[in-house]
C-alpha cells in the first residue's frame, strides 16, 4: 500500500522560505508522477507543481513560477517543494500525491492516484 507523508510546514513571514517533504513508501516509484496541490479555507483543490519521477519534468501553476521549485530524490523516495518569497495568498492546506502513470503530468486532482494526510502552512503578512 502506498502511503505518503508530508512534513515541513508551519508558520513564516512573508517573504519567508519553507521547504515541504513527501515521504513515499509501499511499492517502487519508477515512472510515477508525484505532485502537490494546495486548500485554503474556504477554496477547492488548487494545483501547485508536479514532477515525474524518473524523466525529471516539473510543471508549475503560474502563481508559483520563479518561487517555488518542485524537485526529488530517488534513493530517499523523497519529493521536495522549496518555497521562496512566500506569501500570505500561499496560506493553505498542501497534499502531495501520487500518480501511477507519470509519463503525462497532470495538474487536475482527479488523475491522482494516492495522497497524504495534508499539511499546513501559514505566512504572516
Known amino acids: 500500500q502506498v502511503q505518503l507523508v508530508e512534513s515541513g510546514g508551519g508558520l513564516v513571514q512573508a517573504g519567508g522560505s519553507l521547504r515541504l517533504s513527501c515521504a513515499a513508501s509501499?511499492?517502487?516509484?519508477?515512472?510515477?508522477?508525484m505532485a502537490w496541490f494546495r486548500q485554503a479555507p474556504g477554496k477547492e483543490h488548487e494545483f501547485v507543481a508536479a514532477i515525474s519521477w524518473s524523466w525529471d519534468r516539473t510543471v508549475y501553476t503560474n502563481s508559483v513560477k520563479g518561487r517555488f521549485t518542485i524537485s526529488r530524490d530517488v534513493a530517499k523516495n523523497t519529493v521536495y517543494l522549496q518555497m521562496n518569497s512566500l506569501k500570505p495568498e500561499d496560506t493553505a492546506v498542501y497534499y502531495c500525491?501520487?500518480?501511477?502513470?507519470?509519463?503525462?503530468?497532470?495538474?487536475?486532482?482527479?488523475?491522482?492516484?494516492?495522497w497524504g494526510q495534508g499539511i499546513q502552512v501559514t505566512v504572516s503578512s
Open positions: 500525491a501520487a500518480r501511477v502513470d507519470g509519463f503525462t503530468l497532470y495538474t487536475t486532482e482527479n488523475r491522482y492516484d494516492y
Open positions: 509501499g511499492r517502487t516509484f519508477v515512472n510515477y508522477a
